[in-house]
């Protein structure tokens, strides 16, 4: 069964950047299209980015566009968030999930399969 890990989350200023990593084990990561979601403390989870099995192909919440960048190693199995600029509204628990719609680049959680545990980004002012 396809497992996710998170990490690279933390503490960081207004500005600051912070780089957060997926990674994948127990399937075909390769043929998975990959997601990135948040859950800030009293709010409903909400769509970050996506990214294509390929990683050809990419989405964005308007939110974190131009700030955010998805990507995918497919050798190393993992999937980025590089996030820059980071504002307090950045704060929340963000989860990388994994869809076996290759293709897809659904902002709707339930297009996705499997979800990591998620890793906390505090950003403060």
């Known amino acids: 069964q396809a497992q996710l890990v998170e990490s690279g989350g933390g503490f960081v200023q207004t500005g600051d950047s912070l780089r957060l990593s997926c990674v994948h084990s127990?399937?075909?990561?390769?043929?998975?299209?990959m997601g990135w979601f948040r859950q800030a403390p009293g709010k409903e989870r909400e769509f970050v980015s996506a990214?294509?099995?390929?990683?050809?192909?990419?989405n964005y919440a308007d939110s974190v566009k131009g700030r955010f960048t998805i990507s995918r190693d497919n050798a190393k199995n993992t999937v980025y968030l590089q996030m820059h600029s980071l504002i307090p509204e950045d704060t929340a628990v963000y989860y990388c999930a994994g869809s076996v719609y290759s293709s897809t680049l659904a902002y709707t959680e339930g297009l996705y399969h499997y979800w990591g545990q998620g890793t906390q980004v505090t950003v403060s002012s």
């Open positions: 127990g399937g075909a990561f390769s043929s998975y299209a």
């Open positions: 990214i294509t099995s390929s990683g050809t192909r990419t």
